[in-house]
């Protein structure tokens, strides 16, 4: 019995028409929800990203302002910008595509984005909000967009076991607080993880975010397992695949993720759900 496979395009969706009610009732106020772009440089992956960024917008009816910078912009110059953003009472987030360029200090710019409009999911006040669950800010993205999966889909979360695989600050540790957070027990596990199979089997949710190919394979799951493939890679074959070996998981668990379609779709209704909360703080 093959799993139910978890696509992200039906969370998305439900995701987007609560947007579309909170942004109505907010416009009946007479706030414009707004998100500011900055973009540095030409880079294919960046624009799409954009592009894609555009389109929800417009149909959420939310305002979208770009500022387009050239690669050889100074960091000066860049800090400038976001703290103009940061004091334009228009604007309720701001994005910064990353990477950026290798002569500014990323990590600076980062933490010049006010933690009110880091709808991105950031800097360190939107961290500490995520560990502390009190202040301002708001979980990057795609650890979100895990959480919206598994409570679109009905996912047992309270008194569960997860296990999570990656320890980043963008993906790994912030979902293992927001899991945490729903009362599941959770395990981080990483490269120097001793016996990560055993691990991932005694798991009942399993969020995979390392990083690298297929890097979880038949031995890491068992019947019963909710498996959540965060990763983006490529094969030897060139084509798309998550940290899940796919077509393993599929023959045992219950429910898996596919990649793409999963929890990738739901990353940018995640951005402009941040976008309104923010605007209605």
Do not use: W
Not at 8 to 25: F, Q, R, Y
Not at 30 to 45: M, Y
Not at 100 to 123: C, F, M, N, Q, W
Not at 180 to 209: F, P, W, Y
Request: aromatic share 4%; with cysteine.
């Amino acid at each position: 019995m093959s799993a139910e496979i978890l696509k992200g395009v039906p969370v998305a969706a439900a995701l987007n028409e609560k947007s579309k009610e909170i942004c109505a009732g907010l416009k009946l106020k007479g706030i414009n929800p707004c998100l500011a772009i900055v973009r540095v440089g030409e880079k294919g992956d960046d624009i799409a990203y954009e592009r894609g960024i555009l389109k929800r917008c417009s149909a959420l009816n939310v305002d979208a302002r770009q500022i387009i910078l050239p690669e050889t912009v100074s960091q000066s110059e860049l800090v400038a910008v976001i703290k103009e953003l940061n004091s334009d009472a228009e604007i309720h987030g701001i994005l910064v595509f990353m990477p950026l360029p290798s002569h500014i200090d990323e990590a600076a710019v980062r933490e010049t984005i006010a933690p009110e409009k880091d709808v991105d999911g950031v800097t360190s006040g939107s961290a500490a909000y995520v560990y502390s669950g009190k202040g301002i800010g708001f979980a990057p993205c795609t650890a979100r967009a895990v959480l919206e999966i598994l409570k679109y889909y009905n996912i047992p979360i309270a008194s569960r076991r997860a296990a999570v695989f990656g320890r980043s600050m963008v993906i790994g540790k912030p979902v293992s607080m927001l899991l945490m957070a729903e009362n599941a027990t959770v395990t981080v596990c990483h490269s120097r993880s001793l016996n990560a199979e055993e691990l991932a089997k005694q798991a009942d949710i399993v969020v995979a975010a390392l990083g690298k190919a297929k890097a979880l394979g038949g031995d890491y799951f068992r019947e019963g397992q909710c498996i959540i493939d965060v990763g983006i890679n490529f094969d030897e074959d060139g084509k798309m695949c998550g940290d899940v070996d796919f077509s393993a998981a599929e023959e045992t668990v219950s429910q898996v993720t596919p990649v793409p379609g999963g929890v990738g779709a739901v990353t940018t209704a995640v951005l402009l759900r941040h976008t309104l909360e923010a605007a209605e703080k």
